[in-house]
Every structure is written in structure tokens, then in C-alpha cells.
């Protein structure tokens, strides 16, 4: 009752010891005032009567201090009791939850998991485990900042917490993964249904406090098995499928099952060597050359990555698509633009240099400046040297491609649209991107001596590079016939097996002296020559 009234406890110390002190007194005065000077009729006369009296009448006072000086102490220890109270429960939180998110962390879902491990895992009652990311996160914070990251990072976990249900939690990893916990036995087909909607919710465009971003997400799936030990098993098998999800375009969602695991473990210990082989240097480049059909001569070399792993050479189609996912395709593709350049400096001045650039490595942005001092450094003419880019590049960031295009096309160096007509280049990125040269895909080679539309369609993609001011390359030429169609149309520079296969770095200068001193003849009679 008392504290209700009295909030602090230090005066409800003070006013219990000045309570305590008056009652002693009163009882005190009383007694003397009745037995041992009773003919003292009044409170002033026992004090004068008898002067120990005043601190006896001081008492209440004494005894107030005394105790307010006591329920100090008591504050003081309530107080840091409460405080390392308060303290433990933060740490607690802390270890448990996302700092950015306020979500459930790694270390809650290890736990989580055990318990439901702890109580039993049978076919009638398997939790699922829903592992999800972000499709271009890391692409999002290199180039418009960590703090647009964590604005999505936000705004997506607001989006999942209000989508679960009671049986569900979601927890964040780290990064852009997610995961989603559901606890009892949902079905397959609750699960898909659950993932469908789970795959627009990260599709739909996040409306941030300066800018709208449409950013996309994978979902891998697996349920919690009998025999798991801890959250790494489940999490394992999450994570493999999520691996095949991502290789689905756009935003996707997978189970796991025996078959999605045997791929997708297949494809992470390819990564793994390759990431192994850039590290110990097992990369080597062969040159297919490039022909002026104008002139019969040897105009360049495209530069064509090897793989050696032992005693078999890996093609780049096995390993690029997975360089480009996993992000080592930068590390690849420096080394490959490095050892090229350095190569190509021995050759004659006018023999040009042709490197493939995934659309990856216009995201880091460090490639502009590493060109420029890739350049100076190696000593090669910057005009001897062809970047060459796919469609897929117009589907990174449209203003960070045509900035990192202009910037490069203003240090000297040309650019090249390679596998023209099979990906998402229209005729504004040929108007508004600084390309120098269309290269025709070799599927339109194959098909246009057999199909009168292809033809057509070469035709046209040749007029178009004119009306454009653009040189046209035609890939993949292997007859006779193909070679004499493409002269007729007006096509520029050829490369393909008719001409010569990629030959090693020691062929080049052979072939080279092999032209000059034949005085010229087609490309591809030096090579029979040569061969011969």
C-alpha cells in the first residue's frame, strides 16, 4: 500500500525509520512522564527536566536519516540488479536475433531445430525448411550502397513476417538468405502453393524512400528428416536446391529431391575446382583468328579460355556458365584480359586482340580502372584491343552498362556485340551504346544456306550494322558455301573451323609469318598449308 502512495524506496525507508523513531519516542516520553517524573505535567518540562531527553525527541529524525541513508543502498543494489537484469536480456536477444532485421538469427534456427530433432521427427510429422535469397543483391549494394541494401533487407523481412503463420517463423541468415521454418507436417502440395506465393511476394517491386526496385528471389525447399542431427543437415539439402532454383530464370522455387541433389553437387564441386584452379594458375588461351574478307588477311585474334584438369582440357561452355553465377568470373576473366594482352604486345602492330567480358564484370567496379591500368601497364595499343559483350549485358543495370561502356570506348579500346540476335539487344542499345562491331551468332551461320528466312535475317542484320556505321563479324563459318554467301552479302570479317580452329599461343606468330612470306592467300589455305 505504502508504495503506491511513496514511489521511491528511498523515502519509503525514511518515512518507515521517522515512523519507527516517532513511536519509540511517544512510548518513551510516556513512560517517564508516568512513572519516573510524573509530577512533570507537559512535553517541554521532561526535556528541561532532563536533557537526554532531546535526542530521545530527535529520535524520528535520526532514525528518518539512518534509514533513507539504508534504502539508498537497497536502490543502489535494486538498481544494478536491474540493470544486469536488462543487460543478460539484451545479450540473450542479441545472440538470438538480427541486429538490422529484428528476425530470428542462425544461432536461433541451430536451436529451433534441435528442439524439434529432440522431440522426434517421424513421416507424420516433418517441419519444412524454406531457404530463400535475393536475385542481384550484391550487385544492388556495389552500386547504389549498402544503405539501399538494408533498406530491402527491411522491407522484404516486414513482407515475410506479415505473410507467416502461426506455425511458421522466419529467421535471417546473413546476407540476403532467409528461411522459413514450418513446424507440424505440411504437404507437398501446401508447401508449392505456400512457394508460389512466396515467389511473387519477393518479386513485387520494393517502393523505397527514393527509388523503386524490382530485385526477384529463389526459393530451395526440403523437410527435416528423421535421421538429421542438427540444422547443417536440413540446411545442406536447402541450400541444394535453392543452387538449382537459381539456375532457373527468373524468380523460382525448388524441392529437394535425390536428383536435384546429384546435379546441383555435381555443379558445386565444379565450382569448387574452379575456384581451386584460379588459385594454382591452370588456365591456358588458344587464338581463332579473325579475317578481312576484303583483303584475305589475318585482322585479329579472339582470345578463347582452357581448362586443364589433368589430363583433360574442360570447354568453356562447362565452366563460364558457372563462373558467372558463382561471381568468379571476375577473377577469370582479369586473368584472361591480362594474359591476352600480354601476348598479344609480341604480335605486329596491326594484328588486333578480341576478349570475351561476361556482363558480371561490368558489376564490379573496379573493371573500368583495371582496363585502363591493364593498358599502361602491358604497353599494348589500346586500338588493338576488342572487348567483347553478349545481349545479356542490356539485362544488368542500363546506366551502369552504357557509363562503363562510354568509359571504356573513351580510353581507345573498341567494343564488340558478340552472339548478336539471340539475346535482348534492340535497335535503341544500338543507338544509344557505343558499339563498334556486330558479330553474327553462328546459329544464323549454320542455318542460312538452308533456311531462306535466316538468310533474309543475315541480310538484314548486316544493313543494319551499316545504317549503324558498325563492322559486321560473321561467327561459325565451316563451308565453302557459307564463306561465298556471306561475301555476297557484304559482310566484313569472318572467324570460324573453315578458317582455322583455335591454335595455341606458339601457332600465332607462325601463322603470321606464314601469311606474309606466302605474300597472302586466303587464311585457310595457310592453314592447310601449314598442316601439311
Not at 556486330?438 to 544493313?463: H, P, Q, W, Y
Request: aromatic share 8%.
Amino acid at each position: 500500500m505504502l508504495s503506491n502512495v511513496i514511489t521511491s524506496i528511498r523515502m519509503r525507508y525514511a518515512f518507515a525509520g521517522a515512523a519507527f523513531g516517532s513511536v519509540f519516542t511517544s512510548c518513551a516520553l510516556a513512560y517517564d512522564a508516568a512513572f519516573v517524573n510524573p509530577q512533570i505535567q507537559s512535553l517541554t518540562g521532561l526535556v528541561q527536566n532532563n536533557p537526554a531527553h532531546v535526542a530521545m525527541a530527535l529520535m524520528p529524525a535520526i532514525l528518518g536519516f539512518t534509514f533513507y541513508k539504508v534504502g539508498e543502498s537497497r536502490t543502489k543494489l535494486v538498481e544494478e540488479l536491474e540493470r544486469r537484469e536488462t543487460a543478460e536480456r539484451s545479450l540473450e536477444h542479441n545472440a538470438f536475433h538480427d541486429s538490422l532485421t529484428g528476425l530470428k538469427n542462425r544461432h536461433a534456427l541451430e536451436r529451433d531445430v534441435a528442439a524439434l530433432i529432440a522431440r522426434g521427427i517421424d513421416g507424420d510429422s516433418r517441419p519444412a525448411m524454406m531457404l530463400l535469397d535475393l536475385d542481384k543483391f550484391k550487385f544492388i549494394n556495389d552500386t547504389m550502397g549498402h544503405n539501399v541494401g538494408d533498406e530491402i533487407l527491411l522491407a522484404l523481412s516486414r513482407r515475410l513476417v506479415e505473410a507467416i503463420g502461426r506455425r511458421q517463423t522466419v529467421y535471417r541468415l546473413g546476407g540476403d538468405e532467409f528461411v522459413i521454418l514450418w513446424s507440424g507436417a505440411p504437404s507437398s502440395e501446401v508447401i508449392c502453393e505456400f512457394c508460389h506465393a512466396l515467389v511473387k511476394l519477393i518479386s513485387f517491386p520494393f517502393e523505397l524512400a527514393k527509388i523503386r526496385l524490382t530485385s526477384g528471389g529463389s526459393v530451395g525447399v526440403t523437410w527435416i528428416e528423421d535421421g538429421d542431427t542438427s540444422m547443417s543437415d536440413a540446411l545442406r539439402r536447402a541450400d541444394l536446391a535453392l543452387y538449382r532454383a537459381k539456375e532457373v530464370p527468373g524468380s523460382h522455387f525448388m524441392l529437394y529431391d535425390r536428383a536435384v541433389a546429384h546435379e546441383a553437387e555435381q555443379r558445386m564441386q565444379m565450382e569448387s575446382d574452379l575456384r581451386l584452379a584460379i588459385e594454382e594458375d591452370r588456365f591456358f588461351l588458344e587464338y581463332q583468328p579473325i579475317v578481312h574478307l576484303a583483303t584475305d588477311r589475318i585482322k585479329g585474334f579472339e582470345a578463347l579460355v582452357r581448362w586443364r584438369m589433368g589430363d583433360r582440357v574442360i570447354r568453356p561452355d562447362m565452366f563460364i556458365p558457372i563462373a558467372e553465377k558463382s561471381g568468379l568470373i571476375i577473377p577469370l576473366g582479369k586473368w584472361v584480359l591480362t594474359e591476352a594482352c600480354r601476348q598479344a604486345v609480341t604480335w605486329p602492330d596491326d594484328i588486333g586482340i578480341s576478349v570475351n567480358i561476361a556482363g558480371e564484370q561490368f558489376k564490379d567496379g573496379d573493371f573500368v580502372p583495371f582496363v585502363r591500368n591493364l593498358l599502361e601497364t602491358s604497353g599494348i595499343a589500346p586500338q588493338r584491343v576488342t572487348l567483347e559483350v553478349t545481349e545479356s549485358l542490356f539485362s544488368v543495370d542500363v546506366a551502369v552498362v552504357r557509363k562503363s561502356l562510354t568509359r571504356l570506348r573513351e580510353l581507345g579500346v573498341h567494343l564488340a556485340l558478340d552472339d548478336f540476335g539471340t539475346g535482348f539487344s534492340s535497335i535503341n542499345h544500338l543507338r544509344t551504346f557505343p558499339i563498334d562491331t556486330l558479330k553474327i551468332d553462328r546459329s544464323f551461320t549454320e542455318m542460312m544456306l538452308e533456311n531462306e528466312r535466316e538468310a533474309e535475317l543475315v541480310g538484314v542484320i548486316m544493313k543494319l550494322s551499316k545504317a549503324f556505321g558498325m563492322a559486321t563479324t560473321v561467327e561459325g563459318v565451316e563451308t565453302h558455301s557459307q564463306l561465298d554467301f556471306i561475301r555476297r552479302a557484304g559482310a566484313g570479317n569472318v572467324q570460324g573451323f573453315l578458317i582455322s580452329r583455335p591454335v595455341q599461343e606458339a601457332m600465332v606468330p607462325v601463322l603470321l609469318r606464314e601469311q606474309s612470306r606466302l605474300g597472302g592467300g586466303t587464311p585457310e589455305k595457310i592453314v592447310h598449308r601449314l598442316r601439311a
